[in-house]
């Protein structure tokens, strides 16, 4: 199976919320955050102002991923979308499937935003450890909590900032599950 890479030139609320800045050049081959860093230098934005486009550059980060791996988590299509980028094989047939194998997968959600337009390979971890390291290294961190957030969005997000904390629960319950 060859790798699956979504449709080029796609537009999405990322265009638009750097089109709401004309006198900016927004290059989208450029990974999002660093164009938004950009923007903010170019503009010169103080604090405040700065706090306030971060939030809604991370609305328009959540609205780039919805509309282009969609937002239904029973639609089976979006989540054979997200297999193929994340290039698992064989393809799941059903829905169940999916989700467990993405599940199973980590994988930055600013780089499953940047990829349409990237020409870098998609970066996949072996453990939520890993990937806590490369997101915040790279600053390239999802918005956890956001109106605009999908179903099937909400099923990818990860603990970023303290990822061991869902190991510690999964363990206490085991615990507590096999003692007497």
Known sequence: MEPYTPSTQTITSLDDFFDEYPSFTYDPSEPAWDEFYRLARYLRWGKPEMADKRADFKDALVQAFNSIYGTDETDVESWQTLCRVL????????????????KGTYV?????????????????????????????????????????????????????????????????????????
């Open 87 to 102: 290039s698992i094989t064989p393809l799941p047939e059903e829905l169940v499937a999916c989700r467990e194998a993405v």
């Open 108 to 180: 930055n959600l600013v780089d499953l935003v940047d990829l349409p337009n990237s020409s870098s390979a998609l970066a996949l971890f072996n453990s939520e450890e890993e990937l806590s390291a490369y997101t915040l290294e790279n600053h390239k961190i999802f918005p956890k909590e956001s109106a605009y957030a999908g179903g099937l969005l909400k099923h990818l997000l990860r603990n970023i900032m303290n990822p061991e904390a869902n190991h510690s629960r999964s363990r206490r319950r085991r615990r507590k599950a096999y003692s007497i």
